[in-house]
């Protein structure tokens, strides 16, 4: 630090951009001359008088002044730095920096493109595994009963392990915060905490999933969709289980990431399983006919591989992406790195702590996981509808849960592609935050809202071309039946993913100002007015009414998944909006 000098000719010398600080000391005579030139340039008149340096050089220069003689080398142009003082002119000393960082910093849009492209990558790949899964499947099974059992038991494990997505959601504002404080230590400490928390759950978990397959199973309707289905739905929900750590070791490791600005590293992790899940579904489906359980295999297969390989990058034993984490770290040789010459390990946490240390991660992720467990309470309910969908033999319930899984993913995946605005909205808001810097954080919540609303017209137009030239229907599934009831699916998930990705990327600034209370709150009310609006919808058929004819329960499903988003829009736009909330984003002021 600046403060810490003791001696004048101790001052700090940065270089030209790209290059090490190496030069540490320059003489007395030019001290003086920058010192001067900084003054009588800069500086207003009542601070015009500057005395030599003592042992603290200080003078009464603006923190924000810069000479514009531009043929001064940058190296030796002073960078003030403020320091406390009671005189009416701030008392300031003296760095020789390199060019002044907000030169170089980028704009807001280009922060959160560089964030938020790769995350989008990283994203997009996880749904892109259970994707290509239903694909061969569904491609190669000689009926539904095949992809409705990969449905069933799909629907169980995106609850299981997406209401853990705390490790993820929950870790990265914290550990962001705690960076732009200066806390490296402390950030350190919530990955480690969150590492050792993703392993002890997910173990917990793989049991829990073994112990109560078949209850689950029943919960969800295979015992309607017939005994094949279900036989396929235990065969892919055991082997998934396995992977339950690797999952959540997954998640908390991308939190971690994020938290560090970095979300290439995840993007290359995850490409690099989505290609051998690929290579051994080819191999285990279409070579060996294993169906379901070659799936399975293949996926859990590619998420060990993944979650050991964060580890690695993690403890610092593998390179990461940009050199932040990882055995590469402090390759780029910038003043970043340098203020940190010992490297960073984030490994899981062998001890207990106490309380207080992992205080704030117990109680974000406790209201992180209440508000996911009720998203998924809903979505899995979604799917045990569509399983009992009126007036249905065994066929016609299979048909309707294997239209109702294919949809599904590529609602999931349009949102993961959304969520990839919330990644970086989530990271850059809690920095900001953390830096105290109210002006920045508006900046950046209004730029991600302009593109949350592109992002969904993108969205909406690709679908509507997928479903006008007949490839969505035709590349997911041969069976007639599916494909009819899949196509009364397709304009509903068009319509509503604009709206999807507002809400999204309302997520994730919210989570970045670690709203995390209020979102579970809201949640909960969002999901009231959904299923609310499905019992109206299903009014007749759930015996109020007096009709005697059947409902299709499987439109009114995704109708009422609409009306969830449509609440959790709003109760977001509430909040955003809010004059002593943490975004007040109608604020015009500049003032931070």
């Not at 009126?390 to 899984?405: E, F």
């Not at 609602?411 to 959304?418: K, N, Q």
Request: some cysteine; aromatic content about 6%.
């Amino acid at each position: 630090m600046a403060g810490a000098r003791s001696d004048d000719d101790d001052v700090e010398l940065a270089t030209v951009p790209g290059e090490r600080t190496g030069m540490r000391r320059t003489s007395f005579p030019l001290l003086v001359l920058s010192l001067f030139v900084a003054s009588i340039t800069t500086a207003p008149q009542s601070c015009r008088a500057f005395s030599p340096p003592t042992a603290d050089v200080r003078a009464c220069v603006p923190l924000s002044s810069r000479l514009p003689n531009k043929r001064t080398p940058s190296a030796l142009l002073p960078k003030p730095l403020i320091h406390s003082g009671t005189s009416k002119c701030k008392s300031t000393t003296l760095q020789f920096s390199r060019d002044d960082e907000n030169d170089n910093k980028p704009s807001t849009g280009e922060s959160i493109i560089s964030l938020a492209v790769p995350a989008l990558a990283g994203l997009a790949i996880d749904p892109l595994m259970t994707i290509a899964d239903t694909a061969f499947i569904g491609r190669t099974a000689t009926s539904a009963d095949a992809l409705a059992g990969v449905g069933s038991s799909a629907a169980i494990l995106t609850f299981s392990f997406y209401v853990m997505n705390f490790l993820c959601t929950a870790t990265t504002p914290l550990l962001s915060r705690a960076r732009a404080a200066g806390d490296e230590d402390r950030a350190v400490a919530v990955g480690g905490q969150a590492l050792s928390l993703a392993i002890v759950l997910g173990a917990t978990l793989t049991v829990g999933l073994i112990i109560l397959c078949q209850p689950l199973l029943d919960v969800m309707g295979t015992g309607v969709t017939g005994p094949d289905a279900n036989a396929y739905a235990t065969s892919f929900l055991l082997i998934r289980a396995l992977a339950a750590p690797a999952v959540l070791s997954i998640s908390a490791a991308t939190g971690i990431l994020r938290g560090y600005l970095d979300t290439k590293t995840s993007l290359y992790v995850l490409a690099a399983a989505n290609l051998v899940n690929f290579g051994l579904d080819v191999i285990l489906i279409l070579g060996a006919d294993l169906g379901p359980t070659g799936a399975a295999i293949a996926t859990t297969s590619a998420e060990w591989l993944s979650a050991l390989a964060f580890f690695g990058v993690l403890a610092g034993k593998l390179p990461s992406a940009d050199g932040e984490l990882g055995s590469n770290q402090g390759a780029r040789g910038d003043l970043r790195s340098a203020t940190s010459p010992e490297a960073k390990a984030v490994v899981p946490i062998l001890s207990i702590p106490t309380w207080e240390s992992v205080k704030p991660l117990v109680v974000a992720s406790s209201s992180v996981f209440l508000r996911s467990f009720v998203l998924q309470i809903s979505l899995s309910g979604a799917a045990a509808m569509a399983a009992r969908n009126v007036g249905n033999d065994a066929v016609g319930a299979s048909a309707s849960i294997s239209a109702h899984q294919i949809a599904l993913q590529l609602w999931l995946l349009c949102s993961f592609v959304c969520d990839a605005l919330a990644a970086a909205s989530q990271a850059l808001v809690a920095d900001a935050i953390g830096r105290e810097d109210a002006s920045d954080t508006r900046d950046i919540s209004k730029t991600i809202f302009v593109y949350s609303f592109a992002l969904g017209g993108i969205l909406s137009g690709a679908l509507s071309i997928g479903l006008l030239s007949g490839f969505l229907l035709d590349f997911f599934t041969t069976d007639g039946s599916t494909k009819a009831a899949l196509k009364e699916l397709l304009p509903l998930l068009i319509v509503a993913q604009p709206l999807n990705s507002f809400v999204f990327a309302a997520d994730g600034v919210l989570q970045g100002a670690s709203e995390f209370a209020y979102q579970a709150k809201t949640m909960t009310l969002s999901v009231f007015a959904a299923v609310s609006t499905f019992v109206v919808l299903e009014y007749d058929y759930l015996g109020f009414g007096s009709s005697s004819q059947g409902s299709d329960t499987l439109p009114h499903v995704w109708e009422a998944l609409i009306i969830l988003q449509l609440a959790r829009g709003l109760t977001s736009l509430l909040k955003v909006v809010q004059r002593e909330g943490p975004i007040d984003l109608l604020n015009l002021s500049s003032k931070t």
